[in-house]
């Protein structure tokens, strides 16, 4: 089944209340990406935000974090109600150590990685993953064009993971919308992370109810 996720990065956040009621019911979980402006050229929001939005909120909060050496916060991030906490295999030394630290804390591990950087670089994490998540722009700012040849890549990984008979998700980030959101699930992925896609439709209660249509058929 293909799950659906609203990134808030392009929501309005004067407004988060009302933006996070559009989507709520029709949504399987939150996107958070937190920037530092120094992995990614953007800063965005950290704590306060995850805070508020566990205050508020009972879908599982996914936490991406795009910021240097991931490790030093996870645990603020899990403490403050994150379910998931993603990291990228570029900004982790020690990523099995990164990975085993996130489940220690009882939340889901999910890796991530850049569009240029190869799916080699899974090989030896993937048997203790939750899930990938394949960039399919650059990080770092929302409303950015979908990767074409990322769409090879979500194709190789699902071959990947269905090989190894493993049970992880494939999440997908960055320019997915209601042009593409099916082709990309048909190329592997089952879990759409879509900010502009969402936030910047005319409706984006009904563009996500079109969606949820769109795959419930399947
Ligand atoms: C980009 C972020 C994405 C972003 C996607 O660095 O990781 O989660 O919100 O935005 P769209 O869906 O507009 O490409
Ligand atoms: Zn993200």
């Known amino acids: 089944m293909v799950k659906l996720s609203p990134s808030i990065l392009s929501a309005n956040l004067m407004r988060l209340e009302d933006e996070l009621k559009k989507v709520e019911d029709l949504s399987d979980s939150i996107h958070v990406d937190v920037m530092d402006g120094l992995f990614v050229p953007n800063i965005s929001f950290g704590m306060p935000l995850v805070k508020l939005l566990r205050e508020n909120t009972t879908l599982p909060i996914d936490v991406h974090l795009m910021i240097v050496d991931p490790d030093r916060y996870v645990k603020t991030f899990v403490e403050l109600g994150a379910n998931s906490v993603w990291v990228h295999v570029e900004a982790c030394t020690h990523l099995h150590r990164s990975v085993e630290n996130i489940k220690k804390l009882g939340v889901q591990a999910f890796v991530c990685l850049n569009p240029a950087t190869p799916l080699s670089s899974l090989e030896e994490i993937l048997p203790y993953v939750d899930g990938v998540l394949l960039m399919t722009v650059n990080p770092g700012f929302g409303g950015q064009r979908f990767i074409p040849t990322m769409?090879?890549?979500?194709?190789?990984?699902?071959r990947m993971v269905s090989e190894r008979e493993l049970d992880i998700r494939i999440a997908v980030d960055g320019g997915?919308?209601?042009?593409?959101?099916?082709?990309?699930?048909?190329?592997?992925?089952?879990l759409l992370i879509m900010g502009s896609g969402v936030f910047n439709a005319d409706n984006p209660r009904e563009t996500l109810k079109r969606l949820r249509l769109l795959f419930h058929r399947e």
Not at 151 to 158: Q, V
């Open 176 to 190: 997915i919308g209601e042009s593409n959101a099916k082709e990309v699930a048909k190329a592997g992925a089952d």
């Open 151 to 158: 769409m090879e890549k979500i194709r190789k990984l699902r």
